[in-house]
C-alpha cells in the first residue's frame, strides 16, 4: 500500500496566555486563580490589561481592557506589572525551537505567535511534535491551527484553543466559516464589517459570494480583492522566512494625571521623543516622519503625521514637530495620553 504523500501545510503557533503563562511559571502558586497582566500591576492606576487567564476571562476581562474596569468585573483577580524582559527572553526560545524543526520555514508575527511552514503526510501529528517541542524546551503550552493558506491556519487556531490542534482547508472552509460573521475573518474589524453590512454582505458565505466589482467600489482595487480572497479563506499559502524590518519606533504613555497645559505637553513629548530617537539610532536610519497620538479625557484619540523637510535624528525636531501637530488640533482638553513614533527613512535596497 502507498504512503499518503508529503505535501506542504501552514501551521498557526499561537501560545496560550503567554503573558500569563510565564507569570505563572514564576508563581505557581497562582496557577487556576484569574491573573491579569498590565501596566504596573496596579489596578486604580491609568493602563489596560496586557494578557488574562483563562479564569479572568471567565469573568468579561480581555486585552486592551481598563484596569480600573477588570478590577470591577473581576474584583478577585491577582493583579501583575508588565514584565518586558522576561517575556522577550520566553519568546526567543519559543521562536527558536519552531525555527529548529527539520525543515521549517518561519514567518514570526509577533512575541507569541508565527507561522511554520512543513512538509508532512501527517500534519495534526507534526503539529502535535511542534507542541510537545515547545513545551520541552520552555514549559509553555501553545495551540496550533492547520491550514492550506496562512488565513485559514490563523483562524483554526481559535477553534483548537486552548493547547489543542484545529484544521481548517478548502474542504471545510465554508462548513466551518460560511454561517459566521464577516467579523470572525482574520483583519475584518467591527467597522470594516459594519461597511460589508451596507453592502448586504453579514456572513463569511456572503463574502465569498460577492460580486468583486462591488468590493473594488466601495474599498478600492487593493482591499476590495483582498477581502473577496479572505471570504474564500485565500492568500499566502506560504511562510515568509524573510527578517522583518521595522519601518518606524514609537513610545507612547498614559499618564496618571492629566496634562493640563502646553509646556507640559512639550515636556512630555521631548521625554518621549528622547526615546524613540534611541530606538531609531540602533536601527542606523533617522526619522523623516513625525507620528503624533493625543488622547483627550476622557477617551478621544486622535492621530496626526507631518514629514520633515529632512530626516534627522534631533530630538527636538522631532519634539517639536509633535508639538505643533498637537497645537494644530486646537483642543484645550486635558490630556491622558501621549505617543510619538519616528517613522525612518528605508533601508539600502527598500523593504
Known amino acids: 500500500m502507498s504512503q499518503p504523500a508529503r505535501r506542504p501545510w501552514v501551521l498557526h503557533v499561537d501560545m496560550d496566555q503567554f503573558l500569563v503563562a510565564v507569570e505563572l511559571l514564576r508563581r505557581p502558586e497562582l496557577v487556576g486563580l484569574p491573573v491579569v497582566v498590565g501596566g504596573r500591576g496596579d489596578p486604580t492606576e491609568r493602563a489596560v490589561v496586557s494578557t488574562a487567564s483563562y479564569e479572568a476571562r471567565a469573568h468579561g476581562v480581555r486585552s486592551g481592557l481598563a484596569l480600573k474596569l477588570a478590577q470591577r468585573r473581576c474584583p478577585e483577580a491577582v493583579f ?58 520552555t514549559s509553555l503550552h501553545c495551540s496550533v491551527g492547520i491550514g492550506d493558506t496562512l488565513v485559514r491556519a490563523k483562524i483554526a487556531t481559535d477553534f483548537g484553543k486552548p493547547q489543542g490542534t484545529f484544521q481548517l482547508t478548502r474542504d471545510n472552509w465554508m462548513e466551518v466559516m460560511g454561517e459566521r460573521p464577516t467579523t470572525a475573518l482574520w483583519g475584518v474589524g467591527t467597522k470594516i464589517g459594519g461597511r460589508l453590512g451596507v453592502l448586504g454582505i453579514r456572513t463569511v458565505a456572503d463574502l465569498a459570494g460577492a460580486d468583486e466589482d462591488a468590493l473594488v467600489a466601495a474599498f478600492g482595487p487593493t482591499n476590495g480583492p483582498h477581502l473577496a480572497r479572505l471570504g474564500r479563506g485565500g492568500g499566502r499559502s506560504r511562510p515568509d ?90 483642543d484645550s482638553r486635558p490630556v491622558r495620553l501621549l505617543g510619538v513614533r519616528g517613522e525612518m527613512v528605508p533601508p539600502e535596497g527598500g523593504y
Open 80 to 137: 501583575l506589572p508588565v514584565d518586558f524582559p522576561v517575556y522577550e527572553e520566553a519568546s526567543a526560545r519559543v521562536m527558536q525551537t519552531l525555527k529548529d524543526w527539520p525543515g521549517a520555514v518561519v514567518e514570526v508575527l509577533g512575541w507569541d505567535e508565527a507561522f511554520v511552514g512543513v512538509e508532512t503526510d501527517d500534519p495534526v501529528a507534526t503539529a502535535r511534535g511542534i507542541q510537545a517541542a515547545v513545551l520541552e524546551a
Open 241 to 330: 522566512a524573510t527578517p522583518w524590518v521595522a519601518r518606524a519606533h514609537g513610545r507612547e504613555t498614559t499618564y496618571q494625571s492629566d496634562l493640563t497645559t502646553s509646556e507640559e505637553v512639550r515636556a512630555a513629548l521631548t521625554e518621549l521623543a528622547v526615546r524613540v530617537v534611541d530606538d531609531v539610532r540602533r536601527e542606523d536610519r533617522p526619522v523623516q516622519r513625525v507620528h503624533l497620538k493625543v488622547r483627550f479625557a476622557p477617551f478621544f484619540t486622535f492621530t496626526r503625521i507631518r514629514k520633515l523637510a529632512e530626516p534627522t535624528y534631533d530630538v527636538e525636531v522631532i519634539a517639536g514637530t509633535a508639538h505643533d501637530l498637537y497645537l494644530a488640533l486646537d
